[in-house]
């Protein structure tokens, strides 16, 4: 009886072994985050990636109980912003807010100051939208079939307002399609880019819905067509390309988070978990909704690979147009 005690005792402490060596490996969540963290979002305040960041920050911050605060370094195509990120400490407390130029980054800059793909991190994606083409409110065309007419009858008067690799790549294949004669002006990021326009130093633009979409509706500048599948419920007078017979394609945009390379798994999981689960929030999808926006969230590697073919889309349209990287 004796010898069967202690085998009893021993099968015992080797069973609460192994669920200690278990919980021990298994992530340790909630020890992410300890203190403030930071949303680095690369382009100027104003714009729609910086609207939707401040959003996703306050919940997050709500859910983790400690400040999320934003960080604005615009400059260089998102160059700067990302380059800070991927020089950060790998630990979670600094992230990149990655609009989907991210993925075309090396189509315009031979020497970004990081490798996108060796010194960042994917961790989740957490909006989508649509672009619309807006024009200044002197311009004498209303529609995009009558800009396209405009732009090849009067060479050399339509400049557009460029304030991201992917909205400038998207203009061009717009442009290449129907065989028009644009100049493209650089901004450094979408509220510098729209205030432009307002201001007649550009004539058209190709905005996100949600940065023009106070300016419309106030009058200040005039929306042309939305290059998307079908029209915005929040536009829903604003006809899309295709209903105009207009040659291209749909493009869309979006907004994700990176980390620096090397980020723990576990915290990195963390991260796109929570994430998920605030952008399930009826109150977050409705205020998005109402920026234009679609709350959308995926895993690390479904973000990864939607890098990947942003990476491959645009190559040929680049070539076409000229662009090289500088």
């Known amino acids: 009886m004796r010898i069967l005690k202690l085998k009893k005792a021993s099968w015992t402490a080797i069973a609460c072994g192994l669920v200690t060596s278990a919980a021990c490996s298994m992530p340790v969540f909630a020890k992410y985050p300890e203190r403030p963290v930071k949303l680095v979002v690369p382009f100027a305040p104003g714009g729609s990636s910086d609207t939707a960041s401040r959003i996703l920050a306050e919940?997050?911050?709500?859910?983790?109980?400690?400040?999320?605060?934003?960080?604005?370094?615009?400059?260089?195509?998102?160059?700067i912003g990302a380059m800070n990120v991927a020089k950060a400490s790998a630990d979670g407390y600094t992230l990149l807010v990655t609009p989907v130029s991210i993925g075309t980054i090396?189509?315009?800059l031979k020497n970004p100051g990081f490798d996108r793909d060796k010194d960042l991190t994917p961790i989740t994606q957490f909006a989508k939208g649509d672009y619309v083409?807006?024009?200044?409110?002197?311009?004498?065309?209303?529609?995009?079939?009558?800009?396209i007419n405009y732009a090849k009858t009067n060479p050399n008067s339509i400049f557009h307002a460029a304030f991201?690799?992917?909205?400038?790549?998207?203009?061009?294949?717009?442009v290449m399609a129907n065989k028009m004669n644009t100049e493209n002006v650089n901004y450094?990021?979408?509220?510098?880019?729209?205030?432009?326009?307002?201001?007649?130093?550009?004539?058209?633009?190709?905005s996100t819905l949600v940065g023009a979409r106070p300016f419309i509706e106030a009058g200040r500048i005039k929306p042309l067509g939305l290059l998307a599948r079908e029209r915005s419920p929040i536009l829903p007078d604003v006809p899309t390309a295709q209903?105009?017979?207009?040659?291209?394609?749909?493009?869309?945009?979006?907004?994700?988070?990176?980390?620096?390379?090397?980020?723990?798994?576990?915290?990195?999981k963390k991260i796109a978990q929570d994430v998920g689960e605030v952008?399930?929030?009826?109150?977050?999808q409705?205020?998005?909704?109402?920026?234009?926006?679609?709350a959308k969230s995926s895993t690390p590697e479904e973000f990864a690979k939607l890098i990947q073919h942003e990476s491959e889309r645009w190559v040929e349209i680049a070539k076409h147009a000229g662009i090289e990287p500088q």
């Not at 999320?68 to 400059?75: A, L, M, T």
């Not at 992917?166 to 203009?171: H, Q």
């Open 133 to 147: 083409l807006v024009a200044n409110k002197d311009l004498p065309v209303s529609s995009l079939p009558e800009l």
């Open 188 to 206: 450094r990021g979408e509220a510098l880019a729209l205030n432009a326009l307002i201001a007649g130093e550009v004539q058209v633009m190709l």
């Open 286 to 294: 409705q205020r998005f909704q109402e920026l234009g926006l679609i």
């Open 59 to 79: 919940q997050l911050g709500k859910k983790w109980e400690q400040s999320v605060v934003i960080e604005n370094k615009p400059g260089a195509a998102g160059s």
């Open 279 to 284: 952008l399930a929030l009826p109150e977050i």
């Open 243 to 268: 209903e105009n017979n207009i040659p291209g394609f749909d493009a869309d945009f979006w907004f994700g988070l990176m980390a620096p390379a090397g980020i723990p798994e576990d915290i990195r």
């Open 106 to 108: 090396k189509l315009f």
């Open 164 to 174: 991201g690799g992917a909205s400038r790549l998207t203009f061009e294949g717009l």
